[in-house]
T-cell receptor
Framework: DTEVTQTPKHLVMGMTNKKSLKCEQH?????MYWYKQKAKKPPELMFV???????INESVPSRFSPECPNSSLLNLHLHALQPEDSALYLC???????????????FGQGTRLTVV | EDQVTQSPEALRLQEGESSSLNCSYT??????LFWYRQDPGKGPEFLFT?????EEKEKERLKATLTKKESFLHITAPKPEDSATYLC?????????????WGLGTSLAVNP
């Protein structure tokens, strides 16, 4: 199993809603990532979890709240988002974790988020 | 400042017409250079990692090469299914988190 599974595939939410994005992998990877990608732009790193601990927060606004319940799951909780937060949200995982980012990462198919 | 520049921005080829994509980089000590392929609305798919100048890697119709200043992704006899955006990223030795620095990508279209 070399898949990173993200749900939902599409999400439309209002600015006052609370929603969560989910990500799951069963490859035994100990580093998991959230990226945000706008059209015609490369992925932009948001958060990195290494061995279930948050190791990198790229100064992401607090309306995005990550959670790593166990080594296979990664969530991104969304609250009071703005229309400019509309984007493709990508989850990724890689084998190595703590200290060094192994960027031979496997990406999920993403969640297309629209904030209205 | 660490930087990655990909060229061309877009490339249209006929099926079977070989070509190369370029990724130029300036970084304070290269740890690795990575090529990904991304289809519209999908997540990037890992292709290659290159670590040192002179290194080459191949996968089907793709071959990636690395020098001290740039990497090339050679596409031999492309097929329509090779149409995608190809992203290059580098990881530097310096810095605490060694995060990826991405190029803007080359959008490749292969016509049948």
């Amino acid at each position: 199993d070399t898949e990173v599974t993200q749900t939902p595939k599409h999400l439309v939410m209002g600015m006052t809603n609370k929603k969560s994005l989910k990500c799951e992998q069963h490859m035994g990877h100990r580093a998991m990532y959230w990226y945000k990608q706008k059209a015609k732009k490369p992925p932009e790193l948001m958060f990195v979890y290494s061995y279930e601990k948050l190791s990198i927060n790229e100064s992401v606004p607090s309306r995005f709240s990550p959670e790593c319940p166990n080594s296979s799951l990664l969530n991104l909780h969304l609250h009071a988002l703005q229309p400019e937060d509309s984007a493709l949200y990508l989850c990724a995982s890689s084998l190595q974790g703590q200290g060094v980012l192994n960027t031979e990462a496997f990406f999920g198919q993403g969640t297309r988020l629209t904030v209205v | 400042e660490d930087q990655v520049t990909q060229s061309p921005e877009a490339l249209r080829l006929q099926e079977g017409e070989s070509s190369s994509l370029n990724c130029s980089y300036t970084v304070s000590g290269l740890r690795g250079l990575f090529w990904y392929r991304q289809d519209p609305g999908k997540g990037p798919e890992f292709l290659f990692t290159l670590y040192s100048a002179g290194e080459e890697k191949e996968k089907e119709r793709l071959k990636a090469t690395l020098t001290k200043k740039e990497s090339f992704l050679h596409i031999t006899a492309p097929k329509p299914e090779d149409s995608a955006t190809y992203l290059c990223a580098v990881q530097a030795n310096a810095g605490n988190n060694r995060k990826l620095i991405w190029g803007l990508g080359t959008s490749l279209a292969v016509n049948p």
